[in-house]
């Protein structure tokens, strides 16, 4: 019955697409193109359409100044989901209101890799904001806060150190100096995943070609596009209790069960049996004395967030903002691109607020870090990034190190242009370039 129920369903959903494209058809003697028509909503895909595909961020980037400092457009061309463009919007109802804006929209399909109950995924990032998550920042906070983060310097700097001599390594390969940026990823992922690996589990990655390190990439990635990419269980929730030998959703997710439960037991039985992390005793003694450094970091976070659109939220009663009506189960997303362009928080006589302007993080102009300007990317409120802190001192660590070892230009003859991006899941990341990197020094 459950079966014969879903295929019911999906023939009204295809039936109902067929009737929407006829009813948005143009009549006659009337140009698709008028300049004052709406773009077009297509059921499924929405605006995407229309987006430039090697620039997803310029078109997005204008809808956010269109459509001012909240706007209720529709997701797949059905499903109407809030967008908080403004710091002031974000601030009132994921800070303010935040009882009601800290849980998440439901996610069938990561639900169901875990056999979790609706709101109650494993995946932390997506279970609601209950007594179980509050528990689970109480044990975090300690190791991954604000207090604790000085703790984790010297780990930041060792890797560090290990990025600049992958980096002189990879430039031995090439004598004219130039290298490319997919060259330059692996070093960087082997960095980061290094450094988050040794903090939870007392385990360095010491090299790009290691297994275990391609093993978590490609079980994260796995995970990652299941969340990006919307199956039909998210379509049609019922589809969930069907048994696995009718359900291709269920058997991919028990497989992706299995592969991360045997990953993430190993991890953890490193982590319990480990000494102790002690390869490095020296700190950070130059964070203070280098204030343009960290507004570099600053910047970097603001002009490029890794995932513009955020993690969006879930409205659990009826409410209002500005005179948009924001009806109780509503999916509520803060546009993290929109708000670093906020120009009634970032100043815009500093620079065009599509630049990078380091120096609009510093008091003044002077030597001191502003502390008073948001990193949407972070999140707000009760569901803000536990890790910030460490965030922040790692990008830090990372840009100190790289100025203080090379002098970086474009390669001869290559173009930069900074809008050019690709979207992987929900983040958007460089396409390939080429630059010259020139070790400062005999």
């Known amino acids: 019955m459950a079966l014969t ?3 019911v369903a ?17 009549s006659k003697g009337k140009s698709i193109n008028n300049r004052n028509q709406p773009l077009l909503k297509l059921p499924l895909i929405g605006d995407l359409h229309r987006s430039p595909i090697d620039k997803p ?17 529709r997701l797949f061309g059905i499903i109407p989901i809030v967008v908080l463009n403004s710091l002031e919007a974000a601030t009132e109802l994921f ?25 109650r995924s494993r995946f932390t990032l997506m279970h609601d904001y209950d007594e179980h998550l509050k528990l689970h920042h109480r044990i975090l906070a300690p190791s991954l806060g604000a207090l604790a983060a000085p703790r984790y310097q010297p780990l930041m700097e060792l890797e560090g150190k290990q990025l600049l001599f992958d980096l002189c390594n990879a430039l031995r390969r090439d004598s004219d100096g130039t290298i490319s940026t997919n060259a ?3 070093l960087l992922e082997r960095t980061q995943s290094s450094v988050i690996l040794a903090l939870h589990y007392g385990l360095r990655i010491p090299g790009c070609e290691e297994a275990l390190l391609h093993e978590i990439i490609g079980t994260q990635a796995q995970v990652t596009h299941l969340a990006a990419n919307p199956g039909l269980p998210d379509l049609i929730p019922p589809l969930r209790h069907l048994p696995a030998i009718l359900s291709p959703w269920r058997r991919a997710a028990d497989r992706l069960f299995v592969t991360q439960a045997d990953l993430y037991m190993r991890l953890f039985r490193h982590g319990r049996d480990s000494t102790g992390w ?21 910047e970097l976070f603001r002009w ?3 995932s513009p659109g955020s993690i969006p939220r879930r409205a659990d009663r009826d409410d209002e903002f500005q005179g948009v009506k924001i009806a109780k189960g509503v999916t509520v997303m803060a546009n993290a691109w929109a708000i670093g362009r906020d120009e009634s928080v970032f100043d815009p006589t500093l620079g065009d607020l599509n630049d990078f302007v380091p120096e609009r993080w510093l008091q003044n ?12 990317v972070f999140g707000q409120g009760r569901r803000i990034c536990q890790g910030k802190r460490i965030a922040t001192d790692g990008m830090f660590m990372q840009v100190a190190n790289l100025l203080w070892a090379f002098d970086i230009e474009p390669a001869d003859g290559v173009i930069m242009d900074p809008w050019t991006m690709s979207v992987v899941g929900f983040m958007t990341m460089p396409t390939e370039l080429s630059l010259s990197l020139r070790p400062r020094g005999p």
């Open 184 to 186: 330059i990823y692996p």
């Open 95 to 119: 800070s303010r209101r935040s009882p009601w804006y800290s849980n998440r929209p439901a996610s069938v399909s990561m639900e169901m890799i875990t056999g979790a109950e609706p709101g």
């Open 5 to 7: 129920s879903s295929v």
């Open 304 to 306: 490029r967030p890794i």
């Open 365 to 376: 102009g002077k030597d001191k870090l502003r502390t008073d300007l948001p990193l949407p």
């Open 278 to 298: 002690n390869a490095t005793k020296q700190a950070i003694a130059t964070a203070k004395k280098l204030p343009f450094i960290d507004a570099i970091a600053h």
């Open 10 to 26: 999906a023939f009204a959903i295809g039936l109902l697409t067929l009737f929407y494209l006829a009813a948005r058809q143009p």
């Open 57 to 73: 961020l310029a078109n997005w980037d204008a809808w956010a100044r269109q459509n001012g400092p909240i706007a209720v457009p």
